[in-house]
Each structure stands twice: as structure tokens, then as C-alpha cells.
């Protein structure tokens, strides 16, 4: 069975509550059953996924009968959303205007085809067309001990996240969910493994459900909490260094088998002024903090985290602190070139961050 074109979540599960002061109207879907034909040319072949704001069908397309499609279909709410709140059609619509030779195009989606349904009280509900992919590199870490994937194997995937990045970026869009149920491969789930994940360019970035277009002037709560920039949480305006951060957080994962940061409320400080208090132990030197806290003190939520001294209301001690680096080493994966890589993908101040483009020439990536 094909794995999920997309883990469905709430178009924006980070994002809609704070963007609506009225209650969000219910969501219609569009009634579908197996062997129905939308559009006339898609064959209904199963549901792939179901959530609050869209279903994902596999279907046949007629015109390419050997070629099975994967068919998100929005709810009507969401579909009137596209192009004021949510972007996916429009920054699907950028990738395909991608010189086909950019080295990102393999992995994202293609668009193949899109098209409006009606249904019931004549409401209209926006289909993309998309790839149908195999399993998610969740799914791969799920099936190794310790949920711990090789440098090799995690070198291999970052490298084609980085071209997917530049690609996305290049059309001035932020992808602002990057975690593992949104990268799948083009492999067969029953031949996935983790040499066949060596053999090939096959990841693929997916869920553009909450990328957001630079020129939509974004300042939006974004990505999955525990991989949340600290500009993002400081309420500052963000941009594609946001990717940068977030992907940082995986590549960690992937190699340890461990979130790096894990946000959670102690005491009276809540879990996100932990969060910052973990990453400025982890990553900031003594001597950053000053420029810090000028660049975030015009972030909406700086009283939030920092004092009238603008210095953080919670710190860690530097008994309890621990170094990047002596992370590193207490998971056994420490090198100095993974070292260099993560500290540049995570540095505090998002102007600090390398692009995409500068990230794949590190020297980790060429050490076998």
C-alpha cells in the first residue's frame, strides 16, 4: 500500500486560532466513494489519509491508465481560504514555473493537474493532483533500533532537503512545516529500506499546506512546536531562515533518535520561555546575548522572554547546561563537521544562517 501523500493536520494546526477572532465556520468535504470519477479522468482507487481540512484519494488517471495519482481534495472552507490565508495551489504553481534542470524540482511535488468539485449546497471544493509517493523517512527511523538512522543514510536525505529548500526558496516561499511525516520517498513500500533509500535521489518534501509566500508579509505562529524557531517564537518577523532552523532540528533527530529541544512548562514559566531558556543554554555564547536581545526586542512577544535588564526571565544555570557539542558526544555521533553543519543551521540570530544553497557545500556532506 502507498504510503500518505501527506500526514493531514489543520490547514494551519500552528496558525488558525490566532488568526480568526470569530469562531471558524464547520468544515464541508466533499462526499467521495471508491470507483467514483472526479473530473471526469481520475478513477477513485482508495482514501489515502483524512483530516480536519482535506481528504487524500489514489486514483487512476484515465489518461495514463498505468499511472496512479494522489488527489488531495480541500474542504470548502480551505478552498476559500487559497490566496488570502493559504497558498498551496499558488506555491505549487511556482515549483512548476522551476527551470526543470534546478536540482531541487526531484524533490518536491509536481503539480500535474488541479480543478474545483461541487458538492452539497453548491459548495466548491479546490483538487490537487499530485504524486503518489511510497513511505516517509518516519516510517524508515520507526523500523531501525533506537530510532537512530546512519551519517551516511542521513547525509544522503539532508543533501536532497537542502536542494528542495533552495528550490522553494528560490520562489521566494517558505515551506514553515518541515518534520519527518513530511518527507517520503519515491520508493515502493515494499522494497523500502535503507539501502534502497542510498541507491537514489528519491526524497521528496511535501505538504505545502501552510507555505507561506514571502510577499505575504508572513508573521504567523509556524512550524511543529519542539522545531520552532526562536524568531518565530519571539513573535518577530520570519523568512526562509526559518527553514534552515527547523531543518537543523531534524537532521539531529535523525542521527540521535531524540528531539533537541523539548518545550514543556515548568513551574511558572510556560513551555515556551523554557524552550528559549534551552536554546540559549545550548547554542548562545555569553557574549551574543547582548545583540540577541537587540534584534528580538522588537519581536511581539519580547516581554514575554526577556526582563527590563534584557536579560532572559528563565535561564539555565550554567551547572545544567550543556553544549551543543557535548550533545553530540553524549549520543556518540559527535564530529567536528557535524558540529560546524548544525551550529550554522542553528544559530540564533536567523542573519547568521547560511541559505540552503551555502549549507550543501559543508564539509560534512563530502566526508564518507
Same mark, same amino acid.
Given at each position: 500500500?502507498? #504510503?500518505?501523500?501527506?500526514?493531514?493536520?489543520?490547514?494551519?494546526?500552528v496558525?488558525?486560532f490566532?488568526?480568526?477572532?470569530?469562531?471558524?465556520?464547520?468544515e464541508v468535504?466533499?462526499?467521495?466513494? @471508491?470507483?467514483?470519477v472526479?473530473?471526469?479522468?481520475?478513477k477513485?482507487?482508495?482514501?489515502?489519509?483524512?483530516?480536519?481540512?482535506?481528504?487524500?484519494?489514489?486514483?487512476q488517471?484515465?489518461?495514463?491508465?498505468?499511472k496512479?495519482?494522489?488527489?488531495?481534495?480541500?474542504?470548502?472552507h480551505?478552498?476559500?481560504?487559497q490566496?488570502?490565508?493559504?497558498? $498551496?495551489l499558488?506555491?505549487?504553481?511556482?515549483i512548476s514555473?522551476?527551470?526543470?534542470?534546478?536540482? #531541487?524540482?526531484?524533490?518536491?511535488?509536481?503539480?500535474?493537474?488541479?480543478?474545483?468539485?461541487h458538492g452539497?449546497q453548491?459548495?466548491?471544493h479546490?483538487?490537487i493532483v499530485?504524486?503518489?509517493?511510497?513511505?516517509?523517512?518516519l516510517?524508515?527511523?520507526?523500523?531501525? %533500533?533506537?530510532?537512530?538512522?546512519?551519517?551516511?543514510?542521513?547525509?544522503?536525505v539532508?543533501?536532497q532537503?537542502?536542494?528542495?529548500?533552495q528550490a522553494?526558496h528560490?520562489?521566494n516561499t517558505?515551506?514553515?512545516d518541515?518534520k519527518?511525516d513530511?518527507i517520503l520517498?519515491? @520508493?515502493? $513500500?515494499?522494497?523500502?529500506d535503507?539501502e534502497?533509500?542510498?541507491k537514489?535521489?528519491?526524497?521528496?518534501? @511535501?505538504?505545502?499546506?501552510?507555505?507561506?509566500?514571502?510577499?505575504?508579509?508572513?508573521d504567523?505562529?509556524?512550524?511543529?512546536e519542539a522545531?520552532?524557531?526562536?524568531?518565530?517564537?519571539?513573535g518577530?518577523?520570519?523568512?526562509?531562515?526559518?527553514?534552515?532552523?527547523?531543518?537543523?532540528?531534524?537532521? *539531529? $533527530?535523525?542521527?540521535?533518535?531524540?528531539?533537541?529541544f523539548?518545550?514543556?512548562?515548568?513551574?511558572s514559566?510556560?513551555? %515556551?520561555q523554557?524552550h528559549?531558556a534551552r536554546? *540559549? #543554554?545550548?547554542?548562545?555564547?555569553n557574549? %551574543?546575548? $547582548?545583540?540577541?536581545?537587540?534584534? *528580538?526586542?522588537h519581536g511581539?512577544?519580547?516581554?514575554?522572554?526577556?526582563n527590563?535588564?534584557?536579560?532572559l526571565r528563565?535561564?539555565i544555570?550554567?551547572?545544567?547546561?550543556?553544549?551543543?557539542?557535548?550533545?553530540?558526544?553524549i549520543?556518540?555521533?559527535?564530529?567536528a563537521?557535524?558540529l560546524?553543519?548544525?551550529?550554522a543551521?542553528?544559530?540564533?540570530?536567523?542573519?547568521?544562517?547560511?541559505t540552503?544553497?551555502q549549507? %550543501?557545500n559543508?564539509?560534512?556532506f563530502?566526508?564518507?
Amino acid at each position: 500500500m502507498l #504510503g500518505f501523500l501527506t500526514r493531514l493536520r489543520s490547514l494551519s494546526s500552528v496558525a488558525k486560532f490566532r488568526l480568526y477572532s470569530t469562531p471558524v465556520p464547520s468544515e464541508v468535504h466533499l462526499q467521495i466513494q @471508491i470507483q467514483d470519477v472526479l473530473n471526469g479522468r481520475y478513477k477513485i482507487l482508495q482514501c489515502l489519509g483524512r483530516g480536519q481540512e482535506a481528504t487524500v484519494w489514489l486514483a487512476q488517471d484515465a489518461t495514463a491508465p498505468r499511472k496512479n495519482v494522489a488527489i488531495k481534495v480541500l474542504t470548502d472552507h480551505v478552498t476559500s481560504l487559497q490566496n488570502i490565508h493559504a497558498f $498551496e495551489l499558488r506555491v505549487m504553481e511556482r515549483i512548476s514555473h522551476l527551470p526543470p534542470t534546478h536540482p #531541487g524540482v526531484p524533490h518536491l511535488l509536481s503539480l500535474h493537474d488541479h480543478f474545483t468539485s461541487h458538492g452539497p449546497q453548491n459548495s466548491e471544493h479546490l483538487c490537487i493532483v499530485n504524486d503518489a509517493l511510497g513511505p516517509s523517512i518516519l516510517d524508515l527511523q520507526s523500523s531501525v %533500533e533506537g530510532h537512530r538512522l546512519s551519517s551516511a543514510v542521513v547525509k544522503h536525505v539532508t543533501r536532497q532537503l537542502l536542494r528542495a529548500l533552495q528550490a522553494l526558496h528560490d520562489c521566494n516561499t517558505v515551506h514553515t512545516d518541515i518534520k519527518m511525516d513530511n518527507i517520503l520517498f519515491r @520508493i515502493p $513500500e515494499d522494497s523500502f529500506d535503507t539501502e534502497h533509500v542510498l541507491k537514489g535521489e528519491n526524497a521528496v518534501l @511535501i505538504d505545502y499546506g501552510t507555505a507561506m509566500p514571502l510577499e505575504s508579509h508572513p508573521d504567523r505562529l509556524i512550524q511543529p512546536e519542539a522545531l520552532r524557531s526562536p524568531e518565530v517564537l519571539l513573535g518577530c518577523p520570519w523568512n526562509t531562515k526559518a527553514d534552515i532552523w527547523n531543518l537543523g532540528c531534524i537532521v *539531529f $533527530e535523525l542521527l540521535t533518535g531524540q528531539r533537541l529541544f523539548r518545550p514543556r512548562p515548568i513551574v511558572s514559566y510556560s513551555a %515556551e520561555q523554557y524552550h528559549l531558556a534551552r536554546i *540559549f #543554554g545550548t547554542l548562545v555564547d555569553n557574549h %551574543e546575548i $547582548e545583540r540577541l536581545a537587540s534584534y *528580538f526586542s522588537h519581536g511581539l512577544h519580547y516581554t514575554t522572554f526577556f526582563n527590563e535588564r534584557h536579560g532572559l526571565r528563565l535561564s539555565i544555570g550554567s551547572d545544567h547546561r550543556e553544549s551543543l557539542q557535548r550533545i553530540l558526544e553524549i549520543y556518540n555521533v559527535y564530529d567536528a563537521a557535524l558540529l560546524e553543519l548544525l551550529m550554522a543551521m542553528l544559530r540564533v540570530h536567523p542573519d547568521d544562517r547560511p541559505t540552503a544553497a551555502q549549507l %550543501e557545500n559543508f564539509s560534512w556532506f563530502d566526508i564518507q
